[in-house]
């Protein structure tokens, strides 16, 4: 049976309860006032025993019920109609809701019917984005919900709309299967609008990165992106939950958990990692740009040791060199090689610490400009040739050539024999959320 029948079912009860009320009232009201009109008749057997005279009823026709005397093309007089029949508020709701999502999901169907499907079969692009609207016709569809969310604001106001936006049994299951993240610190009407919030600034983020190398500008405008995402996130949160909320959905957690694998931090750890690269990446982004100028790399590079030395207070000397050293590219290459050499951990620790003592001694040569530039060059080249054996001692030499035959290997071993090392841009760990908070 469909909802609407059910509703209707319902409608009628209390309009028959109803009628039935005043019928009782005016039967009470003829049964204690003589009828003028019908005399009085005679006594018969039964009344002389004591026995009450018969009661005279009153039928009064009563107009039938029709939906046409509830309905309105004005939302507000529907509703009040509705409440003056003494229809339940949930119900009230269900049916401008139900009314309102057939209007506006044709609307939507009309704007998606108007971008044809795709011939071109040979173009190029994000393949995961042919099964998308585009950005104006999301944008298109966006607006429309919003439009809608303020009708119904506007009609039940924000204790409705928090009954209208709280999900069943169902959805709540599937949200937190989605994600296994818990979400119950935020109110349940806030979570739709984060979602469609979270999927408008994640369009544009991916957007935008997608255009090739990022310059300053780039950056900039990647920035502002944030920041806005942030400023309308906190607008619909307390401080203490926007703080829980990055800590599950921000861009900085999602690559920590990607970067940070295999240092696993303890929920304090973690928390405290967080509170320094969160202000880090909020000022200068999580990717710098290829053409940062030198005044912005400098000042990068200032507050990244800032950021370093904070996550050393917090983590102590031991735990900040493994977190060093699981969350370095250098060190997860070193470590896939003596993985697949069947070497321990502590093989791929000792060629990290090789590297790291290797090249500090190299910057003490190149900074000596006290030495003839041959003298150094010399210098720097039989550093290479001994770092470059005590690795082969470690691993073998099959291991030596695997991390010679890698890039970052390459890079950093080459740069120890240069005066003037080439500067080494290190793949950077980067994820853009989407949103969908859970329950």
């Not at 099964?131 to 924000?158: C, H, I, W, Y």
Request: hydrophobic share 30%; net charge negative.
């Amino acid at each position: 049976m469909s909802l609407q029948r059910l509703l209707m079912i319902s409608i009628l009860a209390n309009l028959v309860c109803f009628v039935g009320l005043f019928w009782l009232s005016t039967d009470r009201q003829s049964s204690t006032e003589p009828s003028q009109s019908t005399p009085p008749a005679a006594s018969s057997p039964s009344q002389a025993l004591g026995q009450a005279p018969p009661i005279e009823r009153i039928v009064r026709e009563v107009e039938p019920f029709h939906w046409s005397q509830i309905e309105s093309g004005d939302y507000e007089t529907y509703v009040k109609n509705l409440r003056n029949i003494g229809c339940p508020e949930e119900t009230i709701r269900d049916l401008v809701k139900q009314d309102l999502d057939k209007y506006y999901d044709k609307r939507k169907a009309d704007i998606l019917s108007k971008s044809p499907a795709r011939k071109e079969f040979w173009k190029t692009g994000n393949p995961s984005s042919l099964g998308r609207p585009s950005a104006s016709t999301s944008s298109q569809m966006a607006k429309l919900d919003r439009e809608k969310n303020e009708v119904l604001g506007d009609l039940f106001g924000s204790q409705g709309m928090a009954a209208i936006n709280r999900p069943g049994p169902l959805a709540l299951a599937r949200s937190q299967a989605k994600s296994g993240y818990e979400m119950d610190f935020i109110p349940e009407e806030t979570k739709a609008q984060l979602n469609t919030l979270e999927q408008e600034y994640g369009s544009q983020l991916l957007k935008k990165m997608a255009q090739g190398a990022s310059d300053a500008q780039d950056m900039a405008e990647i920035r502002q992106l944030r920041q806005d995402r942030d400023s309308s996130i906190a607008t619909m949160l307390t401080p203490e939950q926007k703080t829980e909320y990055d800590l599950r959905k921000s861009p900085t957690a999602a690559n920590m958990r990607l970067q940070m694998d295999g240092f696993d931090p303890s929920e304090d750890e973690f928390r405290d990692i967080f509170a320094a690269r969160k202000a880090f990446d909020d000022e200068h982004g999580v990717v710098p740009g290829a053409s940062i100028s030198a005044g912005d790399m400098e000042s990068r590079q200032f507050a990244e040791q800032e950021m370093s030395n904070q996550i050393r207070d917090s983590l102590g000397d031991d735990r900040y060199q493994d977190y060093l050293r699981q969350t370095d590219y250098d060190y997860k290459s070193i470590a896939k090689i003596t993985e697949r050499q069947g070497l321990g951990e502590n093989i791929s620790a000792q060629v990290y610490d090789m590297k790291g003592g290797a090249e500090e001694l190299a910057r003490e040569i190149r900074m000596n400009t006290g030495l003839p530039i041959e003298e150094r060059q010399m210098q720097l080249g039989q550093i290479r040739t001994e770092t470059s054996r005590s690795i082969e001692s470690l691993i073998g030499g099959q291991g030596a050539v695997a991390l010679q035959g890698q890039a970052g290997g390459r890079n950093w071993l080459n740069n120890l024999g240069r005066v003037n090392p080439l500067p080494i841009v290190k793949p950077t760990f980067q994820v853009i959320t989407g949103g969908t908070p859970n329950p």
